[in-house]
Structure formats: C-alpha cells, structure tokens
T-cell receptor, first 112, second 114 residues
Framework: SQQGEEDPQALSIQEGENATMNCSYK?????LQWYRQNSGRGLVHLILIRSNEREKHSGRLRVTLDTSKKSSSLLITASRAADTASYFCALKSRGSNYKLTFGKGTLLTVNP | NAGVTQTPKFQVLKTGQSMTLQCAQDMNHEYMSWYRQDPGMGLRLIHY???????DQGEVPNGYNVSRSTTEDFPLRLLSAAPSQTSVYFC?????????????FGSGTQLSVL
C-alpha cells in the first residue's frame, strides 16, 4: 500500500501567520485524512476529504485535494502557539477497505 | 467516555522476553488496529481487526500476534522481543458503520527492548 509524502518536513512560523503543508501520493485514493500529533501524545483526527471532493473547511483548517496532481494541502490560518505539533496525511487507497497508511509528517512550530 | 485506552504507557524488555500490550475501547467500534511509530518512518500498520474473531495483517506483522475475542479489546503480543521492536505503539479504532472513517487513537505505549 502506498504512503503519502508530506512537504515540508519541518515548518517554523510566527503566531498569526498561515501554515501550509502538502501531501503527495502515487496511486488512486478513496479518501485522504489529516491528523495532528502533539509531542508524546496520540494522533487526533482533523479532517477527511473524499476523492470526489476538492475542498473542505473546518474552523481555521482548509484542506484541498487535486486528484489529477495526486496531492493535497492543509492550510492552518491565523496560527497559534497551540498549533505546534506534527501533522500527518493518511491515505485510504482505492480497493483497500481497512488499511490507512500514514506519511512521515510535517513538524510545525508556531513561535509566540 | 474513556475512548481508546492503552496499557502500559512505558515498558522495558530484555531481548527474548514476551509481553502483551493492552488496548481497550468503549465506543463499540468494530474496527481496531495497531500501529508502530519510529523516527523518520511515520506510522506503520501492524495488524487490524474488523470484529470479534476476525484479524488480518498490516504492513509489518512479523514478530507480533493479535486476537480479538471481544469487541472492546484488541491485545498485541510480542512472543520474543527483539531490539528492532523498540518503538512507540498506538492502538486505534473506528466505527465500521456509515461513512465516518475517523480513527480514534490511544495515547501510546513506549517500548524499549534491550
């Protein structure tokens, strides 16, 4: 099963700025999910976007999906110090009902 | 509502020892899974289950056994621990009904094999 690849590996911004993370993949997907992991904690689901959707919003989060380019982006607007965490994209490949594969993550640091 | 509970939080083993990592969920989820997280590798799926009595292998199943006798519990067994199994282990569950595929994660077990 394929793994998404996040870019950049690390991102450091100031509070109030926007943060954009990208995820690229290689084969067809059923859906793509984004998760956040605070240091030393379990992952927390942020948002799911299906292959027939192009954009979804949740609070300060905006996710886009371009299936022709096989890529997704996660935008966090007006970032806060509490947004400091690792962010992972997770793919459910087409034809795979139960396997969700995770990328290696982007480490976001928001400086106060 | 406790969600997904993993025990222990930390464990140190010697090579060759066996142990069981416990995972319990109270959300009546059909699907449960185990991942390991290693630096620079992301999360990799070890085993998963879609209901009591039904388990299947993920990406990295070697060295691990699972069983699912109840909906609530999904223990992960290391029969003969090896240093390569030093990792952080996460259990995750979700409902298999409807279109909500959101995974709920436990807080992890940090395992060191010496």
């Amino acid at each position: 099963s394929q793994q998404g690849e996040e870019d950049p590996q690390a991102l450091s911004i100031q509070e109030g700025e926007n943060a954009t993370m990208n995820c690229s993949y290689k084969t067809s997907i059923n859906n793509l999910q984004w998760y956040r992991q605070n240091s030393g904690r379990g992952l927390v689901h942020l948002i799911l976007i299906r292959s027939n959707e192009r954009e979804k919003h949740s609070g300060r989060l905006r996710v886009t999906l371009d299936t022709s380019k096989k890529s997704s982006s996660l935008l966090i607007t007006a970032s806060r110090a509490a947004d400091t965490a690792s962010y992972f994209c997770a793919l459910k490949s087409r034809g795979s009902n139960y396997k969700l594969t995770f990328g290696k993550g982007t480490l976001l640091t928001v400086n106060p | 509502n406790a969600g997904v509970t993993q025990t222990p939080k930390f464990q140190v083993l010697k090579t060759g020892q066996s142990m069981t990592l416990q995972c319990a969920q109270d959300m009546n989820h059909e699907y449960m899974s185990w991942y390991r997280q290693d630096p620079g590798m992301g999360l990799r799926l070890i085993h998963y289950s879609v209901g009591a009595g039904i388990t299947d292998q993920g990406e990295v199943p070697n060295g691990y056994n699972v069983s699912r006798s109840t909906t609530e519990d999904f223990p992960l067994r290391l029969l003969s621990a090896a240093p390569s199994q030093t990792s952080v282990y996460f259990c995750a569950s979700r409902t298999d009904r409807g279109s909500n595929e959101k995974l709920f994660f436990g807080s992890g077990t940090q395992l060191s094999v010496l």
